[in-house]
């Protein structure tokens, strides 16, 4: 197994719901250590950068306005399989299609607010830690 490390966001419906802790807690649970956490509101054009492999996408400006709509927790969480452990427990895309039990059932709306963002890949991973941390912050 390999011991890496993912980026995650607590998107704002689920600070929103106030269940940052639930969140936070839930990835102890499951194993995964929290390298670095920090509240943060993106602006909008934060947003876009994060999210700039999806421009042009009939859903970006959308899915933009609500990134930037009210403050997220961001976060690097690492242990053995972290981006796969994570993805797991995070859920399908829409909470419709989320296995139970799984954060995007338990805290997501719809495909536009479903609660969580975890990296898909090491390289997507190591740029959107990137984006918002510096490595001086990851302990
Ligand atoms: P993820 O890796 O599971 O987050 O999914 P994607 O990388 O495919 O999409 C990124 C994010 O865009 C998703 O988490 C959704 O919040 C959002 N998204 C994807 N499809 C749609 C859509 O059809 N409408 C809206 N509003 N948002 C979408």
């Known amino acids: 197994m390999a011991n890496e490390r993912t980026f995650s966001i607590i998107k704002p419906d689920a600070t929103k719901l106030g269940v940052v802790g639930k969140i936070i807690a839930r990835f102890e649970s499951e194993g995964l250590r929290i390298c670095a956490v920090k509240k943060i509101h993106m602006s909008k054009r934060v947003a876009e950068g994060f999210y700039a492999v999806h421009a042009g996408r009939p859903f ?8 930037s709509s009210g403050p997220c927790v961001v ?18 895309t829409n909470p419709d299609d989320a296995d139970e039990g799984t954060l995007r059932k338990l805290y997501g709306a719809h495909i536009g607010n479903n609660a969580v963002h975890g990296s898909d890949a090491p390289e997507t991973a190591a740029v959107e830690i990137a984006y918002f941390f510096a490595g001086t912050e990851l302990h």
């Open 60 to 67: 970006f400006d959308e899915l933009t306005d609500f990134m």
């Open 75 to 92: 976060m690097v969480l690492e242990g053995d399989n972290a981006i796969s452990e994570n993805r797991r427990i995070m859920g399908a």
